[in-house]
């Protein structure tokens, strides 16, 4: 079965009455935990971005609080689980100010590992392509906000 493009489900969904937009959020809501986590971002998060930040600032601590430091092995396991659960986090958000916060906490909290992932080739290179991704959000914010993000950077390097 083909899926139908983008507009014609934007046509199909004008057509439908509010009951039925519910239950076709709701049932889609059942099929994928991602769908979920969105929804629920939609409908309780997205009007207080800085809760949301904060939230997915505490879920990162968790993740890596749970870090296996006895080999480089381990910790790059769960820093790239960490890093996945929070570039999807950042996908929810489509902010550039959230992204930059989030990547940037995430960086800041790599570099107070220990053992330190400077000694690790992987581990740095992860974290710095993680800086160039913040630099190049940066290029499409406004420029007070990219002052104050680019000290925040000055100071981790």
């Not at 006895?70 to 790059?76: A, D, F, L, P």
């Not at 992860?126 to 406004?142: E, G, T």
């Amino acid at each position: 079965m083909k899926a139908a493009s983008l507009k014609q489900i934007k046509d199909e969904l004008k057509h439908l009455t509010e009951g039925q937009l519910t239950d076709l959020v709701l049932q889609l809501s059942r099929f994928k935990k991602e769908n979920k986590e969105l929804l629920t971002y939609l409908l309780f998060n997205a009007d207080n971005e800085t809760g949301y930040i904060v939230a997915v600032q505490e879920a990162i601590v968790e993740g890596l609080s749970d870090i296996n430091t006895q080999t480089y092995y381990w910790m790059k396991k769960t820093i790239r689980k960490v890093l996945r659960n929070t570039k999807k986090y950042i996908r929810y958000s489509k902010k550039k100010e959230t992204e930059i916060e989030l990547l940037l906490f995430f960086c800041q909290k790599l570099l107070e590992l220990d053992p330190p992932i400077k000694h690790n080739t992987t581990l740095f290179n992860l974290y710095n392509r993680q800086i160039a991704l913040i630099r190049k959000s940066m290029s499409q914010i406004h420029e007070d906000l990219q002052y104050d993000y680019q000290k925040e950077l000055d100071r981790m390097s």
